[in-house]
């Protein structure tokens, strides 16, 4: 069984509300050798910086597991306690901001914003080398989760931006690898920190860690004023032809590329649809399951083995991880299928979180917490088609899709981290009993709620609906091709 396809769907809902601005697909021709140089061109930059923001984004929020396994724990005084805190604080400062930014975010100029946001997340990172007490991390945690909060949603609506629907799984899944790959080389660049630099300058290596992931990040959003682009219509690094391409190819499929003023439509294209609440659900259900590789140096340290042995083998897991996500991403958009391969997975994570709490005790056989981390690893695979169902079930409005990118992300981020922080404690480490049987649960109910979401879908059961032709505003005037390149 496929997935509806969400362009025919909106095909209908514009024919029944005598919406003729979008032009059907027969009318527009596209070069092919425009678009292949024009996607060339997405891929090497903004598919580039999206990676590599991503990877230096996920390692300065994790790297807090790392930090704490090499003695931050002792030097800080972060007990379990106050480590989980650590978390929560980040999670509150990502949330507060994430979803009134990310509402203007067509308005706005990623090319802009975003690479500063990182250098500005880089700065707090560096600084966290340098606290004393508990309170202090707190403190920046916070901040660095309010620089951070706007980076995935708005990244999710700029891929959203320029691709269609065929291309969406794929780049999605690429970026994210990002954050896959940034599991894999953490835990391979704390042992090495901890191994050649503890001591150095009178620093200890968890203070070196947050020094040189923070001069990363830096670095990262430096070239990014370079790489990314803002929309179709005004980046400078795109031609005329090409220019058009971009604009042709989404409205081909009926994607809404205009910025529009905020009405009540325009919360009730997010609220008053059934896709928001499922997709928001399905997402924290994913979220809960990624616990085994999260927690996987915990819990190799409390079963006795070496901080270091532990941040080595999280590696390839990770690095499966940032195999798998591609893969399946690829898959889902070569075969136009969503739903399916989310149960699938759901099903294969749901098992092995049966079998990790069936035998169930401090001494699980290290092959099984081996083999379970790589299978559940697939998990986090998801989120890619996840982001690909809001691109394009809420593709007909910009603001309602950048909306729903944001509300669907914060939410699914918070209730998450505040389900972990009760039910994976670190003080049941390395049983996380209650954990496993939660999350066992709650892949399951991803399972019969991704189903709920492709039977709606499959029964164009209230889709968000277009807005009247004169609601609509013309591209907003800031542009910095003032001085464009025609490559």
Excluded at 155 to 176: D, H, K, P, Q
Excluded at 372 to 378: D, E, L, T, V
Excluded at 411 to 419: A, C, E, K, S, T
Excluded at 427 to 435: K, S, Y
Aim: hydrophobic share 50%; aromatic share 14%.
């Amino acid at each position: 069984m496929s997935s509806p396809d969400t362009a025919s769907i909106h095909s209908s809902v514009r024919s029944e509300e005598n919406v003729t601005a979008i032009p059907i697909e027969s009318e527009i021709y596209i070069d092919p050798v425009v678009e292949k140089r024009l996607l060339r061109k997405l891929d090497l930059r903004l598919i580039s910086f999206a990676f590599f923001s991503y990877f230096t984004s996920n390692l300065v929020r994790n790297n807090m597991q790392n930090a704490y396994t090499n003695g931050m724990d002792i030097d800080v005084g972060i007990d379990s306690e106050a480590y989980n805190w650590c978390v929560t604080f980040f999670f509150i400062g990502y949330i507060i901001p994430q979803i009134p930014t990310n509402m203007f975010v067509a308005r706005l100029l990623p090319k802009y914003f975003l690479p500063t946001a990182e250098i500005i997340w880089g700065v707090i990172t560096c600084c966290i080398a340098v606290v004393k007490t508990p309170s202090a991390v707190w403190g920046l945690r916070f901040i660095l989760g309010m620089a951070q909060a706007t980076f995935v949603p708005s990244m999710v609506f700029i891929i959203g931006s320029w691709y269609t629907n065929s291309e969406l799984a794929t780049r999605t899944a690429i970026f994210m690898a990002g954050n896959q790959m940034s599991g894999a080389i953490g835990g391979i660049i704390a042992a090495g920190v901890n191994n050649n630099l503890n001591g150095a300058a009178g620093k200890a290596s968890w203070q070196w860690l947050f020094i040189i992931e923070g001069l990363m990040s830096i670095f990262v959003g430096l070239v990014g004023y370079y790489l990314l682009p803002n929309y179709p219509h005004n980046t400078n690094w795109v031609n005329g032809e090409e220019k058009d391409c971009a604009i042709a190819r989404l409205e081909r499929q009926g994607k809404q590329l205009k910025s529009q003023k905020y009405t009540w439509d325009t919360f009730l294209n997010v609220l008053a649809t059934p896709y928001a609440y499922l997709l928001t659900l399905d997402f924290i259900c994913i979220n809960i399951g990624n616990q085994i590789p999260l927690n996987f140096s915990i819990i190799m340290k409390k079963m006795g083995y070496d901080a270091n042995l532990a941040n080595y083998l999280v590696s390839p897991i990770y690095g499966l991880g940032a195999i798998t996500i591609v893969i399946i991403g690829w898959i889902s958009d070569k075969y136009g299928e969503r739903a399916w391969i989310i149960i699938i997975v759901q099903i294969w994570v749901a098992v092995w979180y049966l079998i990790l709490f069936a035998v169930n005790n401090a001494a699980t056989p290290f092959w099984l917490l081996m083999l379970s981390s790589f299978a559940i690893i697939n998990n986090i695979s998801m989120f890619p088609l996840v982001f690909s169902f809001i691109n394009e079930i809420f593709a007909l409005d910009a603001n309602t899709r950048a909306l729903a990118i944001a509300c669907i992300n914060c939410i699914g981020n918070l209730v998450p981290n505040f389900i972990s922080v009760g039910v994976w404690k670190v003080t049941d480490a390395p049983e996380f009993f209650l954990g496993k049987v939660v999350t066992f649960a709650l892949s399951v109910a991803s399972v019969i709620i991704t189903f709920v979401c492709w039977w709606c879908l499959k029964h164009n059961i209230n889709l968000p609906r277009v807005r009247n032709k004169e609601e609509e505003l013309e591209f907003p005037e800031m542009d910095d091709s003032v001085n464009e390149k025609k490559t």
